[in-house]
T-cell receptor
Framework: DARVTQTPRHKVTEMGQEVTMRCQPILGHNTVFWYRQTMMQGLELLAYFRNRAPLDDSGMPKDRFSAEMPDATLATLKIQPSEPRDSAVYFC?????????FGPGTRLTVL | TQLLEQSPQFLSIQEGENLTVYCNSSSVFSSLQWYRQEPGEGPVLLVTVVTGGEVKKLKRLTFQFGDARKDSSLHITAAQPGDTGLYLCAGVNFNKFYFGSGTKLNVKP
């Protein structure tokens, strides 16, 4: 049963600390998406990759967020330095041919 | 920005009732998807509609794509407590997904 996995599931950190979230996409999927979900803004696209190349990261605050795919089995989203307004659930999704499958998310709390 | 508005935002009904959720936009999409999300989990894809006017049925759920491919509806017949969750629509263009704000459905036994 192929699934997208994300680690950690929960992260509590203090303002100013670096946060790294990891995602393992489903094997064979060629697109990877990072989303952020909050009560106020709903589900927002932060960045997406096709065949490991970044195609669009216009939804991401560039000064503190970065997204990479060092290999086909790992995608990372990094926040440095983190701020309280970054508190949200971050989802990774992988996809093929117009469909996407979401991971369980990382719930981030920045104090 | 390609915005999708969903209505209603919240819906609380009794088991056995019917309901319709709407997803509207001023933008045209190549396809539209509906997802259901349960607490603590990621959204799960229910259906993709591609052709204007298309209707798809998934057991008690009926999905329709507007003729102009700008809007969609989800109709649930005889709702059950297991239908409880957040329903999200997403418009798709050039492999980018634009999500609506969601409709939170609560079905009471």
């Amino acid at each position: 049963d192929a699934r997208v996995t994300q680690t950690p599931r929960h992260k509590v950190t203090e303002m100013g600390q670096e946060v790294t979230m990891r995602c393992q996409p489903i094997l064979g999927h060629n697109t990877v998406f990072w989303y952020r979900q909050t009560m106020m803004q709903g589900l927002e696209l932060l960045a997406y990759f096709r065949n490991r190349a970044p195609l669009d990261d216009s939804g991401m605050p560039k000064d503190r967020f970065s997204a990479e795919m060092p290999d086909a089995t790992l995608a990372t989203l990094k926040i440095q330095p983190s701020e309280p307004r970054d508190s949200a659930v971050y989802f990774c999704a992988s996809g093929l041919r117009g469909e996407q499958f979401f991971g369980p998310g990382t719930r981030l709390t920045v104090l | 920005t390609q915005l999708l508005e969903q209505s209603p935002q919240f819906l609380s009904i009794q088991e056995g009732e019917n309901l319709t959720v709407y997803c509207n936009s001023s933008s045209v999409f190549s396809s539209l998807q509906w997802y259901r999300q349960e607490p603590g989990e990621g959204p799960v894809l229910l259906v993709t509609v591609v052709t204007g006017g298309e209707v798809k049925k998934l057991k008690r759920l009926t999905f329709q794509f507007g003729d102009a491919r700008k809007d969609s509806s989800l109709h649930i017949t005889a709702a059950q407590p297991g239908d409880t969750g957040l329903y999200l629509c997403a418009g798709v263009n050039f492999n980018k997904f634009y999500f609506g704000s969601g409709t939170k459905l609560n079905v009471k036994p």
